[in-house]
Nanobody, 112 residues
Framework: VQLVESGGGSVQAGGSLTLSCSVS????????MGWFRQAPGKQREGVAA????????YYASSVKGRFTVSRDNAKNTLYLQMNSLKPEDTAVYYC???????RGQGTQVTVS
């Protein structure tokens, strides 16, 4: 399975970004998927997750109310809408297939 994130960039505090994760090569599923982030010098943090059928989702307390995870199974794509961004959201964001840990190469988000 291959996961490719896109949509990262540099924004000012209070701005918005939408990350996308395109999934290919997956012969089974869909599976629960999520996003985590890694900032320099900080522990990896699970940001959000969404069930296979989009019926349930999870958010870290640090992003709840600001981030929204969604998916389009027909397009094999996972999204993360990020609003009201803060400097502490700066990190490399990765999408992950929760069941097996497969992840993409990450996309950098920088908030100043």
């Amino acid at each position: 399975v291959q996961l490719v994130e896109s949509g990262g960039g540099s924004v000012q505090a209070g701005g918005s970004l939408t990350l996308s994760c395109s999934v290919s090569g997956q012969t089974e599923g869909p599976y629960c998927m999520g996003w985590f982030r890694q900032a320099p010098g900080k522990q990896r943090e699970g940001v959000a997750a969404i069930s296979a059928g989009s019926g349930s989702s999870y958010y870290a307390s640090s992003v709840k109310g600001r981030f929204t995870v969604s998916r389009d199974n027909a397009k094999n794509t996972l999204y993360l809408q990020m609003n009201s961004l803060k400097p502490e959201d700066t990190a490399v964001y990765y999408c992950v297939v929760v069941v097996n840990g497969a992840r993409g190469q990450g996309t950098q988000v920088t908030v100043s």
